[in-house]
């Protein structure tokens, strides 16, 4: 598929690029017009993302809209993208999320517009990158490259806190990834020595057999990198900190579609590739993650001020992502995956919702409001709806995910404790969210400064009003979007389960082959692995 | 032996030696004059005279060929260096040509030494002798020094001439007596003829071998400065003019990587893996007291040399791997670091006005948004020498990562990627004092001049043209070394 001759993926990942090089080099008239250029390019790209969800097609090749070509030939590396069912929502999301947290910037970003909208534009498209990359160098490419504009989203436009906040973010992040790249070369080398071709592709890789020693290592390296990114407990520090001190835009952006990374990586890189470090390690990962969830919740309840309230539900949300994840079935990964999307979607409207509020009385305390109900009606209502969306009221969109995460946890024989534990989250949120929800909508004005505020400008209903729309609509209608997931999870889970019983069956050979005497016939090792991935990419 | 013979082939083929010879000459007589030709003629002679040197260079560059008794070589390995050394100081003098009139360093000598120097640099490159080597290491080293202490009326223009000349003439010491020691157990200093006679022989583990390579060792470590012989860097990078530790930080870091591969290629190649423990202590001490030293700088031209010893001990990760690919990678690397690190000198070199230079970390407060253009080029710049993609320093690491780690070398790749994550954090104090503080006081004035800008638009556009697109860079590099390395 094409967009005016050039891939369409490709273009996805050039066209923000470029759109915000020609935001940053309007010229200094230009600089209330920057917001406009950029909303436009936004939406551009949000058109061309759309075809993919049209012409998508479940249950075909598993990766479809496929280019390749080589890149640095020396290396291996070649220029591979590739989307399924696990990255078209999030690519979606992701074209989706960029445009609203530009509209929604329009009125809250005065100085400097033309670099903020070109970071927020090369932010969207090194995040798409990182979605769509069958490349380990590639996808390493843009999981660095998107760091510096988000560093400076925050560094500059954010609060007082803000430069500690930058710095703590890119550092955190940085230390995680720099062992992944150690374990990309190690992998990288496994597979020259197993095959003798230098190699970074993906889709070769999962053909790697991983020796069960080295496994626990490089998935350790990997996890730490994606730990870091969810952030699961206990590498979430930075989080509450960047989500704080970072501008309503970036907020957004971190929460909706940054923290996916992490959640992404480990379903498309580290459980793959090492899968019986993965089954090995799965109880540690979902205890952390079962403390994750009641954890942030805790702490979120005790927050006095909103946006940190948010940023730790987000600890406690994305907590179910990776107990999905690590229920290793269908039903488990298909909640994870819309736990994903809706965390995106519910979280992205709450900063924006508590950006509206700061940018009128600049704080974000909980108890400089209260009573909001009467004097900005309809941004209650919308309010609401997304904080009961939060909660997972049945009937919006967090329902769907939770829901399908604890079933697949309860499923998991070994993790039915932890679907107990984790379902104790679920009442936790209600109580926090509900609890905020009173003290800053409900009762009287306690707050004479609050009197004057104005309710939402059409503007800002319009930044609303798609998510609203989405929150419903995912909530009813799920369908939709689960069937274009399922092919795409069932074949990674399928290739996460032959890749581990190989790999089992190569080494217990191996002990067999050390226990027979040298004169004794040797045991044939299998030749080729259970899933025939040479096969697996769809043209 | 046979008396030397000279072809015009030689001579064409010698091109770029003739030019920067004839280039230092010439700027030493026109100064010379009562009448002072002024510096633009300087300068513009000496890019004439660079220009030509490259034109000589590549037209030559898959010549191989052995002159003056064996102890010149132009190969595609001599041709790599010299073409780099060359526009290193082409960067180098497009730096200087305002900076010079502005801090009233006004002087054409400058430019005759530069010329000199990267001579030097170039025969460093072209040697297969170790008294080739030599020369055109002290060629090299003492226009340095000169250049060092360039600023003569500035109390640390002095000292940095004086630690650099002392300090550097001891390391020329050890050089010399390691060579004499090395000329004693094989008896020539052809290196070709040192590595066969080497091969294979027992004679590696005599002690007077032994001492007379690790001689040689001191000598070039202390050229690139490895700890622990850097002490002279931040000081001589301190005290000398910012274009001329531009040149030197670039230029003589990569002429003592191309004299100690030309050494550990051509003469030493049973040797140097007798050596990798002992690199890799010198890789690991070097890379971590380098960035940690780095952190507590408040001093940019202190914080970059010591930047510049930390980024000594990454690319000693390809030497300590060795075989075509850690070589390619030593390279590879050399060539980029020299383009972001000319360019973070460059930076500097702009700031301030007249005689009075910043160069405090401090001094860039506000700069990112009042000069967007030469923030943004610090910000790559330093982002560059970070390692963070799309620039080069990304692909130039991943590079030297990738040759150490196939070579077994785990514990000290995860050294430097725990480095790199360190190197981030003061990489980063530019770009927020640039973007996220205000000055306080007076703001800083720059001092932009059209010569610098076009170098500075080059090298940026090069840190991201060779992090997006490395291959030719990669392939120039691989062809170079497998020219001398079977």
Redesign the interface.
Known sequence: MTILGMPILTVLIVLPILGGLIVALLPRSAESQAKHVAFAVALLEFAASLPLWFAYQPGGPPFQFVEKVPW????GASWHLGLDGLSIFLVLLTTALSALAILGSFSAIHE?TR?YYMLLLLLEGAMIGTFLALDM?VF???W??M??PM??LI??WGGTE??RA??KF??YT??GS??M??AI??I??LHFHQTGVYTTDLLQLYQTNVPLGAQTWLFLAFAVAFAIKVPMWPFHTWLPLAHVEAPTAGSVILAAVLLKMGTYGFMRFAMPLFPNAAYALAPALNLLAVIGIIYGALVAMVQPDLKKLVAYSSVSHLGFCILGMFAFNSPGWAGSLMQMLNHGISTGALFLLVGVIYERRHTRMIAEFGGLWKIMPVYSVIFLVVMLSSIGLPGTNGFVGEFLVLLGAFQHPDNRIWAILAATGVILSACYMLWMYQRVIFGTITNAANEGLKDLTPREIAVFVPLLALIFWIGLFPNPILTRMQPSIDHQLELIRTRALYQREIEVQQAIGRLTPPSGTRPTTPTSPGVGQGSAVGQ | MNGISFSQADFLAMLPVWALTITGCLLMLVNMTPRKPGSNVSALLTLIGLAVAGWGLWSHRDTTKAMFNEMYIVDPFSTFFALLFVAIAFVAVLLSWDYLKRTALEQGEYYALIAFSTLGMIFMAAANDLMMIFLGLELMSIALYILAGFRKNRFESNEAALKYFLLGAFATGFLLYGMALIYGTTGTTNLSQIGNYLNGSPITSTPLFVIGSLLLLVGFAFKVSLVPFHMWTPDAYEGAPTTATAFMSAGAKAAGFAGLLRVGMGALPGVMPDWTQLLTGLAILTMTIGNVTAILQSNLKRMLAYSSIAHAGYILLGVIAGGTDGYAAVLFYLAVYSVMNLGAFGIVSLMGQGTDERVRVADLAGIG?RR?WMGVAMAVFM?GLAG???TAG??GK??L??AA??EGH?TL??VA??N??IA??YY?RP??VM???QPEGESLEISPAIPATIALVSLVVLTFALGVS??AL??AA?HSVLAVFH
């Open positions: 640095i030939p020396g290396l400097r670099a160098v390493y490419f843009f660095e490259a760091l510096v560093y400076l560094g500059v803000r430069i930058a710095v890119f550092l940085m230390a720099v062992l790249l150690v070369l190690w990288y080398f | 948004f967007p982002l963070i993609p799309p990304f692909l991943f590079y990562f990738r780690l196939a785990l790749v995860i990627v725990l790199s994550v981030v954090y980063l770009v927020v973007y996220m503080t490395p291959t990669a392939d691989m």
